[in-house]
């Protein structure tokens, strides 16, 4: 059996160990959460820039950074949405607004550089979490799944489509938040 290194030790995986007493964490003594604003003007085409500094003696834990977005539907002309239109978004809408997110630590990028961002977010979605987080915390980011073979559907068979056009019906604002998916 080759190891990863020469000193390493060989051992049990945790989920197959059921009868050990487990460890107590004790290297994080308190946690918080920081709201940081765009560092650039918000554009139609243009990237969205936050800048967290590091102070070298926090942990910064991107599996639990949260994206926080407000938006609002408009007509071409910047109009409000008449109660009659029929338009909604997509399905899991705040991570389909974006075609990219790069993220650096210390100039170095982290992320993979592709412009598979929304389609990579929809299926990690789908694949990795159970219909109760699905009609729960998951539809803060607009997920509202679409009925199966009714995707193109606007004549209300499409219980997702129904359900994002309702909240976001006569351009009323909506909030949505959800964490971002790295590489």
């Not at 399905?91 to 550089?113: A, G, R």
Request: aromatic share 10%; proline share 4%; net charge negative.
């Amino acid at each position: 059996m080759s190891f990863l290194h020469n000193h390493s030790c060989e051992c049990v995986k945790s989920e197959l160990d059921l009868f050990a007493l487990p460890s107590t964490q004790t290297s994080i003594e308190n946690g918080l959460w920081i709201h940081y604003k765009p560092i650039s003007s918000l554009g139609d085409d243009g990237p969205i820039e936050f800048q967290v500094p590091g102070t070298g003696d926090d942990y910064i834990d991107l599996s639990h950074t949260l994206l926080h977005i407000k938006a609002k539907v408009l007509n071409q002309d910047s109009t409000n949405l008449v109660s009659t239109t029929i338009v909604a978004p997509v399905n899991n809408w705040l991570h389909s607004l974006f075609s990219q997110l790069d993220v650096y630590l210390n100039q170095k990028l982290l992320s993979p550089p592709n412009n598979t961002y929304a389609y990579r977010a929809y299926m990690e979605t789908l694949l990795n979490y159970a219909p109760a987080a699905k009609q729960s915390h998951l539809t803060c980011s607009l997920w509202y799944e679409d009925t199966a073979g009714k995707m193109d559907s606007t004549d209300g068979k499409n219980i997702g489509f129904v359900k994002r056009q309702e909240l976001i019906s006569e351009s009323k604002e909506i909030e949505m938040i959800g964490k971002i998916y790295l590489g």
